[in-house]
T-cell receptor, first 115, second 114 residues
Framework: GNSVTQMEGPVTLSEEAFLTINCTYTATGYPSLFWYVQYPGEGLQLLLK?????DKGSNKGFEATYRKETTSFHLEKGSVQVSDSAVYFCALRDMNSGGYQKVTFGIGTKLQVIP | GAGVSQTPSNKVTEKGKYVELRCDPI?????LYWYRQSLGQGPEFLIYFQGTGAADDSGLPNDRFFAVRPEGSVSTLKIQRTERGDSAVYLC????????????FGPGTRLLVL
């Protein structure tokens, strides 16, 4: 079955530090890949996505590249801010599974940015 | 415009009781999803509606769980004979028909079964 593995947190960084949150996946078909973010007290929001190999998703200074050869979709940001403190979820949507609209999430990585 | 809303925001019940959780999707969104998020875990898929019908209910854990969407808009997740293990945050998401991969999530209902 489909699965998403992401690094466990919490991750604590100083403001302006470089961020990497690792994510790898297992899927039977050709999935679309996503990063969602959940800010404190708010609902999940789509941060970025990539629908095919070598695509790069980007938003709010965050980037992730769909690497089919390594089945990875690592999230990066060059300079984090305190306002980036949140929980980040890696997810996939497999177009070829029987439940083709189903999204599989990772466990989430909590990021805390300190001033 | 208004986002996805869920009511109640918190629900405390006793083991064995029946509960209903409501989701109001974004107007015009034909796709609606229910997820369950346990503490320290990512959301776990429960059921997906396309319009009024359940296109995929493979994530419902057992027959105590049931969901409806009679008019293709509001959806209700129903849990019978609740158990302590049902305690979790129940999330609803909706998506437009032309961008099914872009799910908009509600704030969730936090269910606690005592």
């Amino acid at each position: 079955g489909n699965s998403v593995t992401q690094m466990e947190g919490p991750v604590t960084l100083s403001e302006e530090a470089f961020l990497t949150i690792n994510c790898t996946y297992t899927a039977t078909g050709y999935p679309s890949l996503f990063w969602y973010v959940q800010y404190p007290g708010e609902g999940l929001q789509l941060l970025l996505k990539a629908t095919k190999a070598d695509d790069k998703g980007s938003n709010k200074g965050f980037e992730a590249t769909y690497r089919k050869e390594t089945t990875s979709f690592h999230l990066e940001k060059g300079s984090v801010q305190v306002s980036d403190s949140a929980v980040y979820f890696c997810a996939l949507r497999d177009m070829n599974s029987g439940g083709y609209q189903k999204v599989t999430f990772g466990i989430g990585t909590k990021l805390q940015v300190i001033p | 415009g208004a986002g996805v809303s869920q009511t109640p925001s918190n629900k405390v019940t006793e083991k064995g009781k029946y509960v209903e959780l409501r989701c109001d999707p974004i107007s015009g969104h034909t796709a609606l999803y229910w997820y369950r998020q346990s503490l320290g875990q990512g959301p776990e898929f429960l059921i997906y509606f396309q319009g009024t019908g359940a296109a995929d209910d493979s994530g419902l854990p057992n027959d105590r769980f049931f969901a409806v969407r009679p008019e293709g808009s509001v959806s209700t997740l129903k849990i019978q004979r609740t158990e302590r293990g049902d305690s979790a945050v129940y999330l609803c998401a909706s998506a437009p028909i032309d961008r099914p991969e872009t799910q908009y999530f509600g704030p969730g209902t936090r269910l606690l079964v005592l």
